[in-house]
Structures are given as C-alpha cells and as structure tokens.
C-alpha cells in the first residue's frame, strides 16, 4: 500500500494524520489545545488558593500560641531556678509580650539570642499578622507571675484557672490558657 505524503494544499481524509518528510508523523498541539490545558491550570491554581491561605493563617496562629506558651513555660522554669519571681507581660495596644524579673521590672534576656525577651507579633516573621485580642489574668490584669516554686502568682481568687490569652489572624482564633495554681498551659 502506497503512503501519502504531506504536502501543503493536498486534502487527507478524516483521521488521517499527514506524515513529515521521512516518514514521521506530524506532532504538537494546536493553539486550542494549549489554551484549554492553561486554563484547566489556572482553574486548579485558583481552586487550591484560598486552602492554601487558610493553611498558612493557621501555621502562623499556631507558631504565635506555641511563641506564647514558649514564654510562659520560661518564666515559670526561670522562677524555680532562680527563686524569685518572674512573669510575662501582654500588651494588645503594641501586639507584644515580654518575660521580666519582677523585683527589677526589667526585661529579662532571652535563652537563645542574649537580647531583651520581647516579641513584637507585628514584626516577627513566622508570626506576623497575628493579634493579642485579649490577656487576662485575675482581675483583668495583663501580666502573668510565678512564685519561686514555679505557681502562678496569686492574682485571682479563683483556685483552677490563673487566666489566658486569646491570638487572631483572620478570622481565627487561639486561646492558650494556664492553670493555678500549677501554671499548666492548654492551647485551643
């Protein structure tokens, strides 16, 4: 059976794919084909966005609490070492916390990098976009203290909850709470 060759003008029949000189089968996509592909891409793309979103607001909320009950935990930690007391102060007009010695007021340094242990969630990469909506402990002070055996300050009068604070970004939420007197932390 004799092969038809392609030459510009010839007319195949249906079906027929046109072969190229030496015998190759002509390929590619025609320009329909490549815009149907990109835009099935784009479809998808924007499909999986707003999870994505969502997925990288809970990260940076969930590092904010872990940030927080990090802080917490130091105090208390620091306070039995030491014998003194020592607490974390929540200021939501700034969006920081601080851990501090309370005989002195003063910032106490942080573990890991030797500077002032202060976190400004408005500059912190991993947490940025954060809020402190709300830090209550006791009778709405913003500060949480621990005695030199590591219980939470009495600030409150009732015996089974020292306080908590509530993080925002978007429209979720995290509450890390402490317990008295032991200063258990609990993040939901």
Same mark, same amino acid.
């Given at each position: 059976?004799?092969?038809a ?5 010839r007319?195949?029949c249906?079906?027929h ?7 190759? +089968?002509a390929? $590619?996509?025609? =320009?329909?084909e %490549?815009v149907?592909? *990109?835009?099935v891409?784009?479809i998808?793309?924007?499909?999986g966005?707003?999870q994505?979103?969502? +997925?990288l607001? $809970?990260?940076? =909320?969930?590092? %904010?609490?872990?940030? *927080?009950?990090?802080?917490?935990r130091?105090?208390?930690?620091l ?5 003194d007391?020592y607490?974390?102060e929540f200021?939501k ?7 501090y010695?309370?005989?002195?007021g003063e910032t ?5 990098d030797?500077k002032p ?5 408005d500059?912190?990469g991993h ?7 709300d830090?209550v402990?006791?009778?709405?002070v ?6 030199a ?6 600030l409150?009068?009732?015996p089974t909850?020292?306080g908590?604070?509530v993080l ?7 509450s890390?709470s402490?317990?008295?007197p032991?200063g258990?932390?609990a993040v939901q």
């Open positions: 059976m004799m092969r060759s392609y030459s510009p003008g007319r195949l249906a079906g794919v046109p072969e190229r000189e030496g015998g190759r +089968a390929s $590619g996509f025609t =320009l329909v %490549a149907i592909v *990109v835009l891409v784009a998808l793309v924007a499909a966005v707003p994505m979103v969502d +997925a607001n $809970g990260m940076k =909320l969930t590092a %904010a609490a872990d940030e *927080v009950v990090t802080a917490i130091y105090a208390q930690s306070s039995m070492k030491e014998g007391v607490g974390v200021d007009v700034l969006n920081t916390f601080r851990c010695q309370q005989a002195t106490i340094l942080h573990p890991l030797k242990y202060e976190i400004d969630l500059t912190l947490v940025k976009g954060a809020l402190i909506e830090a402990f006791g009778a709405s913003d500060y949480l203290e621990f005695d055996e590591g219980e939470t300050a009495p409150t009068t009732n909850t020292a908590s604070v925002k970004r978007l429209d979720a939420v995290k890390v402490v317990s008295a032991l258990r932390t």
